[in-house]
């Protein structure tokens, strides 16, 4: 059984913003493979399907972003799951615009929703797919990640989310994950 964490706020008031990132990568697997069985599981959105007779779990934590270790931790525990078959999706603001980095540990990079998974996990040894969104120009980071994309950006982004998804396939496939990052980084 794999574990797919996206990364986001819960609400129609946080929907579609930089900062649900994780949430829209999960959105977009949902769709690629027809997942509409979410149910609240662990103060979280959980879904699932099979690839290749194995359990996928899609999973939204709902207790904010700050405190999206509280949601995964307990999932993980639940379902037996080792770390090394968990994968988080979220947004990088130190990435240009729809690019993505595959990671395999690292710090939170001042990300609020990392520095909980780390302190829940820990550990900051664990696979991620960061999306970037660039950094604001001329706003404050609060308002600039909690707000929405411009027309123009979205189309920049959405290509990102896509090779996000094709990154998690090719994970799905059991490529190793040193392989997906030389050829997504």
């Known amino acids: 059984m794999k574990m797919?964490?996206?990364?986001g706020n819960i609400g129609p008031k946080y929907d579609q913003t930089r900062h649900n990132t994780g949430f829209m990568v999960i959105d977009q697997m949902a769709k690629e493979y027809q997942v509409t069985n979410f149910k609240?599981?662990?103060e979280a959105l959980v879904g699932d399907f099979r690839f290749n007779g194995e359990k996928i779990?899609?999973?939204?934590p709902t207790t904010y972003m700050n405190e999206s270790g509280r949601a995964v931790r307990p999932l993980m525990d639940y379902?037996?799951?080792?770390i090394e078959d968990v994968i988080v999706a979220y947004d990088d603001m130190d990435l240009p615009l729809g690019k993505i980095r595959l990671r395999q540990k690292g710090s939170a990079g001042g990300h609020n929703g990392i520095k909980s998974l780390i302190a829940h996990l820990g550990?900051?040894?664990?696979?991620r797919i960061k999306v970037g969104i660039e950094h604001p120009k001329q706003q404050s980071v609060v308002d600039y990640v909690l707000g929405r994309?411009?027309?123009d950006q979205r189309i920049e982004f959405d290509l990102g989310v896509d090779k996000a998804v094709k990154a998690l396939n090719g994970w799905l496939e059991n490529q190793s994950f040193s392989k997906l990052m030389s050829e997504f980084n």
């Open 57 to 60: 779990l899609l999973v939204k």
């Open 123 to 127: 550990t900051a040894e664990f696979n």
């Open 149 to 151: 994309f411009m027309p």
């Open 4 to 7: 797919i964490v996206g990364l």
């Open 40 to 42: 609240n599981q662990s």
């Open 79 to 82: 379902y037996d799951i080792p």
